[in-house]
């Protein structure tokens, strides 16, 4: 079977398991573990989107997905807390309202903290994106008259109502949209556009200098990422039934960075790989002991942190593209080891390796090289 074959028998016996998935488990595996995962998941793919296909590690990513929470609390929330008495249009939207107008707040906000990080790279611009995302979040803590303050807006109802009700249905929603978005992301990353924007990542300077504008392909793509962590912000509020400033806080930012590294920054695929590992952590960490003398009596959440940081650790170490790449090195080998290439192969076959393929996307030609 050829390579190619066998990849499209591995997602087509994924889809199958993803789809079955909810109804042979519990409300807890269906919700708690698939669904969230499938959300966290979104919210990763805006940030690798951007680091892999762009160059900008963006850590206003929850702060953006947060705008589109608070979005659709304000607009579709049965019940406002007294202290919210600034918002100047009445609650209880319908959905097909509420939704598109609480994306739309989020594709804006991402286009305007583009707009203001455009001309920062590395560090610098990740510096930046964490000072405009703990921004929000002190803005909504401090911020009574529109956003509830410490308490946040409370009783938040999905169209198809709470997700006790009915956990399948929920879970599918957040599959169908995790399954869009992903094969939007990679399809737009073969577009014009994707391609200019990883010529951009790799040389700017080229780039501009071939006439493309650097900067509003930037910003197009902080709006396209705006607009991903939005899905994951709606889905998020739906999830929780609530949304308080706890939910876009520094601890959540840093919390998503790791669920993107750890996935693999480079492939889409590693949103949700890393979203899935992050979530397993999360949910098991109280019943796993940790053989270490000080830290047998540590509390839960010093436990997950722990957990969490020795697995990044780890995967940061061991393979810097992820849980993915580790993945792809070891699915290699078992190709290889199945095809039997190597030096024996080659001594009983008389020849030797193939010719290297050419890259995918071969890297432009430098124009003092061709003069």
């Excluded at 611009?125 to 002190?138: E, H, I, P, S």
């Excluded at 030096?343 to 076959?349: D, F, L, M």
Aim: with cysteine; hydrophobic share 50%.
């Amino acid at each position: 079977m050829r390579r190619l074959d066998r990849r499209w028998v591995a997602w087509a016996v994924l889809a199958v398991v993803l789809l079955v998935f909810p109804l042979s488990v519990s409300r807890f595996w269906s919700v708690t573990i698939g669904a969230h995962s499938l959300i966290l998941g979104i919210i990763a793919l805006s940030l690798i989107f951007l680091a892999g296909y762009g160059g900008m590690v963006s850590l206003a990513q929850t702060a953006i997905a947060g705008v589109a929470s608070y979005a659709v609390a304000l607009l579709t929330a049965t019940k406002l807390p007294q202290q919210i008495l600034a918002i100047p249009v009445a609650p209880d939207w319908p959905a097909y309202l509420a939704v598109p107008t609480a994306l739309a707040a989020a594709t804006g906000v991402g286009l305007l903290f583009g707009l203001i990080a455009v001309r920062s790279q590395g560090i610098y611009l990740m510096m930046l994106t964490v000072a405009l995302g703990v921004g929000f979040f002190y803005l909504t803590e401090a911020n009574y008259d529109y956003f509830g303050g410490h308490g946040g807006i409370p009783e938040v109802i999905s169209p198809i109502g709470y997700t006790s009700q009915n956990p399948a249905l929920f879970y599918y929603v957040c599959l169908a949209s995790a399954a869009v978005l992903y094969l939007g992301v990679r399809y737009l990353v073969r577009t014009p556009f994707g391609l200019a924007l990883q010529g951009i990542r790799d040389n700017p300077r080229r780039m501009r200098g071939l006439g493309y504008w650097v900067g509003l392909h930037r910003v197009v793509a902080f709006g396209i990422a705006g607009f991903i962590a939005g899905v994951g912000g709606v889905l998020n509020v739906w999830y929780n039934g609530s949304i308080s400033p706890g939910t876009i806080d520094l601890t959540r930012i840093i919390e998503l960075l790791i669920i993107a590294v750890v996935g693999g920054l480079a492939f889409p695929e590693g949103a949700f790989v890393g979203a899935l590992t992050f979530t397993l952590v999360d949910s098991f960490a109280s019943s796993v002991t940790i053989p270490l003398p000080l830290l047998e009596d540590i509390s839960f959440r010093e436990r997950f942190n722990t957990l969490i940081g020795l697995t990044f650790l780890l995967v940061v170490l061991f393979s810097p593209n992820g849980l993915i790449g580790i993945g792809q090195r070891l699915a290699g080998s078992w190709s290889r080891r199945r095809s039997g290439a190597g030096p024996s192969a080659e001594r009983r076959t008389g020849r030797g390796p193939a010719p290297e393929a050419e890259p995918a996307n071969p890297p432009l030609a430098d124009p003092a090289s061709e003069r």
